[in-house]
């Protein structure tokens, strides 16, 4: 029994128990002593985070299948469904005194429910998604953040909203509240606000995103995780933040989720099959037990061969292992006879050798290639918003030409064609640069309702991307002609065909549809995994589409004549 995809969240309870959630649809309780599985549950779809009940009786889970689930320790046996929400739920949390939980969704709304499902209150006034909650210390109101870069407190008696903190419209993904009550919020620009009745006072803390904070009472300890591979613990009994101890994260950890094993040692989601452990007094990391996993995050058709990339940082080709990297990538851009890859240690590798080539302060998402002046390029995506242009040289070596500002927020498609380099990201924008000058050319600040998941070109110099609004969009110039999808779940990856008539999109539940440009429909609509569909590529040889997905595996979807 361990996990074979990502550690999203892990909770812990007394030293006692560790519970962890999955990419893998798997929830699995641990025996902290031995770090043996002990039972195991699962969700329709992605497990996002766990927590355990005050008093250890109950696990509570959060899932991108719409879903909050209560479940009886240690036998994991179902006790409700939390169900209403309208989109992934990412946080889940108990009332620490009353049989109460709160929900955080991506359909902009907190919820409280009963025990026994049954749904007792909804607070709307986000206008994001809400990535975060947390009941006040004596559980009369709750604290949420969202992408929408304000921090709100409600109230649970009268059902309102008692407090809108707005932290500049930096999106927040994280909170933290102190026995005080005093609130501390972790943000996109690597600060830790503290938000207090006398107002809020921002702490640079890291070099990128904050991800994850956690609070210790008993030490009044706070630690923060980012995405600048950074872990970073502080002390808060005092008026200021004083950092005490610090360390970077192995490549395995993935810095979406720690917490407390006791007083001295932390738990990690990692990349692998199970949990890590730190302990902060000796300094020492343990990662005991954590197997590689084999998701596919990308797929590519290079020289007549399929290649594959995934969590463990290995390269496949035709299902044999030819390079290893040492870090999950997230993408594979051809760029002539090379390949480029990259991921969360924000290396840009080359992926037929494994040889670092350059380093970035954040991880790393998406790859596009274009030529200039008579030489190849490629823009690499990043986390932090940056595209970076790099140029490969007669003799071999990639050059970094120039890091062009697409966007605030994380860069999660790239694409070039026509002359243009395009890109969407995080906070739902478009931009447009010029691959020959590299200067801005057009930007559409709401180009989607939601997060943009992905893009691609086409070889007529128009572009296509999706978004968890459930929508395509095929772009002439920056104005978008609306698509609907047959998705219901978000839309992970797109990819078009080498004519450009058929549009192939892939959703985190499995399901891939091709669209005709020609007719205007959808002539095919399968299901061939109920994991996640991570990237689509198109097969010339073959004249399909190959869907790489997070249970490892690529399917071939077929284009109808």
Same mark, same amino acid.
């Given at each position: 029994?361990?996990?074979?995809?990502?550690?999203?969240?892990?909770?812990?309870?007394?030293?006692?128990?560790?519970?962890t959630?999955?990419?893998?649809?798997?929830?699995?309780?641990w025996?902290?002593?031995?770090?043996?599985?002990?039972?195991?549950?699962? &969700?329709?779809?992605?497990?996002?985070?766990?927590?355990?009940?005050?008093?250890?009786?109950?696990l509570?889970?959060?899932?991108?299948?719409?879903?909050?689930?209560?479940?009886?320790?240690p036998?994991?046996?179902?006790?409700?469904?939390?169900?209403?929400?309208?989109?992934d739920?990412?946080?889940?949390?108990?009332?620490p005194?009353?049989?109460?939980?709160?929900?955080?969704?991506?359909?902009?709304?907190?919820?409280?429910?009963?025990?026994?499902?049954?749904?007792?209150?909804v607070f709307?006034?986000?206008?994001?998604?809400?990535?975060?909650?947390?009941?006040?210390p004596?559980?009369?109101?709750?604290?949420?953040?969202?992408?929408?870069?304000?921090?709100k407190? !409600?109230?649970?008696a009268?059902?309102?909203?008692?407090?809108?903190?707005?932290? /500049?419209?930096v999106?927040t993904?994280t #909170?933290?509240?102190?026995?005080?009550?005093?609130?501390?919020?972790?943000?996109?620009?690597?600060e830790?606000?503290?938000?207090?009745?006398?107002g809020?006072?921002?702490?640079?803390? &890291?070099?990128?995103?904050?991800?994850?904070?956690?609070?210790?009472?008993?030490?009044?300890?706070?630690?923060?995780?980012?995405y600048?591979?950074?872990l970073?613990?502080? *002390?808060v009994?005092?008026?200021?933040?004083?950092?005490?101890?610090?360390?970077?994260?192995?490549?395995d950890?993935?810095?979406?989720?720690?917490?407390? @094993?006791?007083?001295?040692?932390?738990?990690?989601?990692?990349?692998?099959?199970?949990?890590?452990?730190?302990?902060?007094?000796?300094?020492?990391?343990?990662?005991?037990?954590v197997?590689?996993?084999?998701?596919?995050?990308? #797929?590519?058709?290079?020289?007549?061969?399929?290649?594959? +990339?995934?969590d463990?940082?290995?390269?496949?080709?035709?299902?044999?292992e030819v390079?290893?990297?040492?870090? @999950?990538?997230n993408?594979?851009?051809?760029?002539?006879?090379?390949?480029?890859?990259?991921?969360?240690?924000?290396?840009?590798?080359?992926?037929?050798?494994?040889?670092p080539?350059?380093?970035?302060?954040s991880p790393?998402?998406?790859?596009?290639?274009?030529?200039?002046?008579?030489?190849?390029?490629?823009?690499?995506?990043?986390?932090?918003?940056?595209?970076? #242009?790099?140029?490969?040289g007669?003799?071999g070596?990639?050059?970094?030409?120039?890091?062009?500002?697409?966007?605030?927020?994380?860069?999660?498609?790239?694409?070039?064609?026509?002359g243009? +380099?395009f890109?969407?990201?995080? *906070?739902?924008?478009?931009?447009?640069?010029?691959? /020959?000058?590299?200067?801005?050319?057009a930007?559409?600040p709401?180009?989607?309702?939601? +997060?943009?998941?992905?893009?691609?070109?086409?070889?007529?110099?128009?572009?296509?991307?999706?978004?968890?609004?459930?929508?395509?969009? +095929?772009?002439?110039?920056?104005?978008?002609?609306v698509?609907?999808t047959?998705?219901?779940?978000?839309?992970?990856?797109?990819?078009?065909?080498?004519?450009?008539?058929?549009?192939?999109t892939g959703?985190?539940?499995?399901?891939?549809?091709l669209?005709d440009?020609?007719?205007?429909? !959808?002539?095919?609509?399968?299901?061939?995994?109920?994991?996640?569909?991570?990237?689509?590529?198109?097969?010339?040889?073959?004249?399909?589409?190959?869907?790489?997905?997070?249970?490892?595996?690529v399917?071939p979807?077929?284009?109808?004549s």
């Amino acid at each position: 029994m361990h996990h074979s995809g990502p550690i999203s969240g892990i909770a812990a309870f007394a030293g006692t128990y560790v519970a962890t959630a999955g990419y893998d649809n798997q929830v699995i309780l641990w025996d902290a002593a031995s770090k043996r599985p002990l039972s195991r549950s699962v &969700h329709d779809h992605l497990a996002n985070q766990v927590s355990f009940s005050p008093d250890g009786a109950y696990l509570l889970t959060s899932s991108s299948d719409y879903t909050a689930r209560l479940w009886s320790l240690p036998d994991l046996k179902l006790v409700s469904v939390l169900s209403d929400h309208e989109d992934d739920v990412e946080m889940s949390v108990f009332h620490p005194t009353e049989p109460l939980i709160a929900t955080a969704s991506r359909d902009h709304r907190v919820r409280v429910y009963g025990f026994d499902g049954s749904l007792k209150a909804v607070f709307t006034g986000h206008t994001a998604d809400v990535i975060s909650v947390e009941w006040s210390p004596d559980g009369k109101e709750l604290i949420s953040s969202s992408d929408d870069g304000t921090v709100k407190r !409600w109230s649970l008696a009268t059902g309102t909203m008692v407090k809108d903190v707005d932290l /500049g419209g930096v999106e927040t993904d994280t #909170v933290a509240l102190a026995s005080s009550g005093t609130v501390y919020a972790g943000n996109d620009d690597g600060e830790i606000v503290v938000v207090e009745e006398t107002g809020t006072t921002a702490h640079p803390a &890291h070099d990128a995103g904050i991800k994850r904070l956690v609070y210790n009472a008993a030490r009044e300890l706070i630690v923060s995780l980012s995405y600048d591979r950074k872990l970073r613990v502080w *002390d808060v009994s005092g008026q200021d933040l004083r950092e005490v101890a610090s360390s970077s994260l192995p490549s395995d950890v993935w810095p979406r989720s720690c917490a407390f @094993l006791d007083d001295t040692t932390l738990v990690f989601a990692t990349f692998g099959s199970s949990y890590a452990t730190y302990d902060i007094a000796a300094e020492e990391w343990d990662l005991a037990g954590v197997e590689p996993t084999f998701g596919v995050n990308a #797929v590519l058709r290079h020289q007549g061969s399929t290649l594959t +990339i995934g969590d463990a940082g290995l390269l496949w080709r035709d299902g044999r292992e030819v390079a290893r990297t040492g870090s @999950l990538c997230n993408f594979l851009t051809a760029v002539g006879d090379r390949v480029l890859t990259g991921g969360q240690m924000g290396t840009v590798f080359d992926a037929l050798t494994g040889a670092p080539i350059h380093q970035h302060r954040s991880p790393l998402n998406c790859g596009a290639a274009f030529d200039r002046d008579g030489r190849r390029h490629v823009v690499v995506g990043t986390y932090t918003g940056e595209g970076l #242009v790099f140029s490969l040289g007669d003799d071999g070596a990639f050059t970094l030409e120039a890091t062009l500002p697409l966007h605030a927020g994380a860069v999660k498609g790239v694409a070039a064609a026509g002359g243009l +380099i395009f890109s969407v990201s995080a *906070d739902a924008e478009a931009a447009w640069f010029s691959a /020959g000058t590299f200067e801005e050319v057009a930007r559409v600040p709401e180009a989607h309702d939601k +997060i943009a998941n992905g893009c691609a070109g086409t070889d007529t110099g128009e572009f296509v991307s999706i978004s968890r609004d459930l929508r395509l969009r +095929i772009w002439t110039g920056s104005t978008a002609q609306v698509v609907s999808t047959p998705h219901d779940h978000s839309i992970k990856s797109i990819s078009t065909s080498a004519d450009g008539r058929h549009i192939a999109t892939g959703g985190y539940n499995g399901l891939v549809a091709l669209y005709d440009r020609t007719t205007g429909e !959808w002539p095919v609509v399968v299901r061939p995994t109920t994991a996640g569909i991570s990237s689509l590529c198109f097969d010339e040889d073959g004249g399909r589409f190959l869907a790489g997905s997070y249970d490892g595996s690529v399917y071939p979807v077929e284009v109808p004549s």
